[in-house]
């Protein structure tokens, strides 16, 4: 499961400017309320967030459906992707949007990449405004049902436990996370009482296209991204983002989780992509150069390794000493309930490697140590 968003939902290190990729929109970029046709018929709008990370990419692609009370008759339409936080602001930008690119038609069916409150949040104002159904994977749709009512990884006695058992142990910090439960349902209110479930390899026909779903893991349960081969577009969600690194984390719920090893498995499945691919992410611009931002985010995560193996090697280190590591900046109390998913995500993946040692000292804190080479 998830957490959210700050600018780090996605993760803290900032990378280097990638110079291998072109943006062929330059750094245009849609207002609120319009959208810039990126294909023909796919659309890009921009949602504003309230967090550092400042906003979501969403996308409308003209669709087409059979009509659901007249026989034979196809109506036209949309498919929205991804959605934006439930917030009075939100709800306004999308309003705009009906008015000034929807051309009078409704929108068909809301397909959510993963339940993070950013993706999901306004999920079902639109299904519900227009009887739309919601399409996203099984693992994601019960998370975030799960987080809507306060079963979450955001906070709450179970996450301050996990903190502290990697050496979290600041009591007026944990209080902080000890009051987060709520914090999904603050954005996500609810979650649409039914859905079509989307799978790995399922072909999704929007409008005349027919669209590959790409299972990925390790940022969420089971994150949807969508592929066009015959119009080279890419929808990646979150799972391949131009100049920020996709938050990776180990959550409370699953405390022996390796989802970093998951997620550079996913990112190998996207390694058959063509360098032309148009890629369209949640968050920064459209871009292609698809293999080598692949590439640059093996390289980012290897390097974080290292650098840990090599503390690893000193002496035995919990999460929470690692963060000054792989995080060189002061991190907030927020910053750090991210941080620490990541320290432990890394760590984890030399652990169950075999590459470090996890041990439990007398005072509860797990701690990792280079295992003898
Ligand atoms: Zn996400």
Known sequence: MPRMLTQSHRSMPS????????????????????AV????????????LPFALNHINLWLLRDRMPHPTQAGVMQEGWTAVD???????TREAWLQIEQEVLQGLPILR???????????????????????????????????????????????EATVAFFAAHGWRKAEELAVVQSRVGYYKSMVPSVPTTYVRLL????????????????????SPEHIALHCPEERVL?????????????ISVYAMEPESNPLQLFLDSLDAMSHLPEETLVLPSHGRPFKGAPARLQQLRDHHQDRLDELLVCCRQQAISAHDALPTIFKRTLDVHQTTFAMGEAIAHLHMLWLSGRVHRLMGDDGIYRFRAAQS
């Open 15 to 34: 990378l280097p400017t990638p110079s291998l990729l072109q943006y062929p929109w330059g750094e245009a970029l849609p207002a609120t309320g319009s």
């Open 37 to 48: 046709e990126v294909a023909p018929g796919i659309f890009w709008l921009r949602m504003g």
């Open 83 to 89: 959605c934006g936080i439930d917030n009075p602001g």
């Open 110 to 156: 809301v397909l959510v990449t993963h339940m993070h409150p950013d993706h999901m949040g306004l999920a079902h104002w639109l299904c519900n405004r227009w009887q739309a159904p919601l399409w996203m994977s099984a693992s994601e749709y019960q998370s975030a049902l799960m987080a809507c009512t306060g079963v979450s990884n955001f906070g709450g």
């Open 200 to 219: 790995e390899g399922v072909s999704v026909k929007i409008g005349e296209r027919h669209w590959q779903c790409i299972s990925g893991y390790g940022h």
């Open 235 to 247: 929808i990646s969600g979150d799972m391949l983002l131009p100049s920020i690194s996709t938050n």
